[in-house]
């Protein structure tokens, strides 16, 4: 018999369901899915037990995990994951389309994203990815915006922003990366809640649902749910825009993210 609680069983499948069909679609075999699931819970062992005040030791991080000394001890010292790179591109592209939408270098008299040249002193595509990707190339930021639907470049040579939302439409790797960082940051975020005791402390986590609503409805509500929620998206990323800071000692990363789910109900169990 289990000793992991029912409650929890049903969390795993839940959660491994979604991931593993889409594992399975980019073929992914279960050998590696376990393989990099070790590493992690390893690399994990070690954090809890130092976040805990225990011994960060191999024996100790064997006893957490339940993997042997021998297997700890090589993933340990195995490759590092690097988790941050992803993120920090789509932050960076991100950060360089707000810039483009809040700064007024780069907006025209109605206060509009313009028309970039790809360089030039002022009000130029160099100086805004300059300005707001860190040290990513100017190509590879045009290339990233041009793949995703963001841009499109002119006749005239000009750089016209068409979406201002990052949703890649083309690059299969960019839509995984989102993937893995939107849903590592809800479940960080409702892992946060589960903990604090303080209900001040807790982040926003909330949702509207409804089994009963009709199905012929649901092309005009994505219509209505997705103009509010956009209206909504661009006002919390003028709030982050205004508080932003370049001291390194007092940055934060914060997000706030929406979703629409549907499905059809079931029938036989409608609660």
């Known amino acids: 018999m289990s000793l992991i609680p029912e409650s929890l069983q049903l969390v795993m499948i839940r959660i491994l369901t979604p991931l593993v069909r889409i594992l399975l679609r980019n073929g992914v075999a279960y050998g590696t899915f376990a393989d990099i699931a070790r590493k992690v819970y390893v690399d994990v062992g070690f954090e809890e037990a130092a976040r805990q005040g225990q011994k960060t030791t191999i024996s100790n991080v064997s006893i957490i995990t339940g993997i042997n000394r021998k297997e700890v001890k090589r993933l340990k010292e195995s490759i590092e994951f690097d988790t941050d ?3 920090k591109k789509f932050n960076r592209i991100v950060r360089v389309l707000a810039g483009w939408q809040h700064d007024e270098e780069f907006l025209d008299p109605d206060h509009e994203p313009m028309d970039l040249l790809l ?4 009000g130029s595509f160099t100086r805004l990815v300059r300005r707001y990707s860190g040290d990513m190339p100017v190509v590879a930021m045009l290339n990233a915006l041009r793949d995703s639907g963001n841009i499109r470049i002119l006749d005239n040579g000009l750089i016209q922003l068409v979406n201002p939302n990052f949703l890649p439409d083309t690059d299969s790797e960019q839509k995984l990366n989102i993937l893995g960082i939107d849903t590592a940051e809800f479940i960080e975020t409702i892992d946060h809640n589960i903990q604090v005791s303080d209900p001040a402390d807790a982040w926003f986590q909330r949702k509207a649902s409804n089994i009963n609503v009709r199905c012929s409805a649901l092309p005009k509500l994505k219509q209505q749910i997705h103009k509010k929620a956009q209206l909504l998206l661009e006002d919390v990323d003028a709030d982050f825009s205004e508080n932003e800071t ?5 940055r934060c990363h914060a997000s706030f993210g929406i979703y629409l789910h549907l499905k059809k109900t079931d029938q036989e169990d409608p609660s």
């Open 119 to 122: 360089e030039g002193e002022e």
């Open 246 to 250: 370049d001291d390194p000692d007092d």
């Open 85 to 87: 790179r992803s993120l």
